[in-house]
């Protein structure tokens, strides 16, 4: 039954914006099947009125996505989303996860978790700081388009005592990457991992964080550098993103 889902969804995966209709041998090929199992899944998800057949033999997904699409509750937003991997982020690390977003020239934690530690870094939902250091604000920055960048870059420089040639490559660094690490940028003694979330347009406009003492964030980077990057990319599959 498992595989059987899995094919199911390997087939409506199988379209996107620059390959909205299909021939079966294509679909076959995309979702590596004999072309006879793909006529099979293509023949009952026809007639089950989920894929359409064209005059010219192609398939495109029918309208009944949009029927449901419809039906996806409209108030479920990235807290909701995102609450369930940042609660088990927080029990494995046994450090704060938190979420950020932009607001004009500030970065705002919109959402944290964090498990009963001796020593923990703790930030609160709402608590805004200036886009200025920090892995979150990189991560938020590095997926900005350049007309976004370009008046933050300056006030970047002169608050990191760089180059604005400097802080770029950083930057372009990050997104190459996919995520930022930071050791006392912001606040002495505190470090964090940041990670894109990114959406059903592959933007970015959030970023998921794990954040504490420095003493203990270095000496798990490596593994939590992982945690986040897997954890961003399973908010932003939710999101409706393209996940590799």
């Given amino acids: 039954m498992m595989r059987s889902v899995q094919r199911i969804l390997a087939v409506f995966e199988s379209f996107?914006?620059?390959?909205?209709?299909?021939?079966?041998?294509?679909?076959?090929?995309?979702?590596?099947?004999?072309?006879?199992?793909?006529?099979r899944i293509v023949q009952s998800l026809e007639k089950a009125g989920y894929l359409v057949r064209l005059e010219n033999l192609q398939y495109c997904l029918s309208f009944r996505f949009t029927r449901l699409a419809g039906l996806v509750k409209s108030t479920l937003g990235i807290r909701e989303i995102a609450r369930p991997v940042m609660a088990e982020l927080a029990d494995k690390t046994k450090e704060t996860v938190s979420i950020h977003t932009v607001v004009g020239r500030n970065r705002v934690c919109i959402d944290s978790m964090s498990t009963a530690s001796a020593l923990r870094n703790v930030i609160q939902p709402g608590e805004q700081v200036p886009l200025l250091a920090g892995s979150a604000t990189n991560v938020l920055i590095a997926y900005m388009s350049k007309k976004e960048i370009t008046p933050l870059v300056a006030s970047i420089a002169r608050a990191s005592k760089q180059t604005p040639t400097h802080v770029l490559a950083q930057l372009a660094t990050v997104r190459k990457k996919g995520f930022a690490v930071s050791h006392g940028e912001r606040l002495l003694g505190v470090s964090a991992i940041s990670a894109p979330i990114k959406d059903v347009k592959e933007e970015v406009h959030y970023c998921l964080s794990i954040g504490g003492p420095s003493v203990r964030i270095q000496m798990h980077e490596k593994e939590f550098v992982k945690l986040a990057v897997l954890g961003a990319a399973e908010i932003s599959l939710q999101l409706g993103a393209e996940i590799a």
Avoid at 16 to 39: G, V
């Fill in 16 to 39: 996107s914006t620059e390959r909205n209709s299909l021939t079966l041998q294509e679909i076959a090929d995309l979702i590596e099947l004999p072309k006879s199992t793909s006529f």
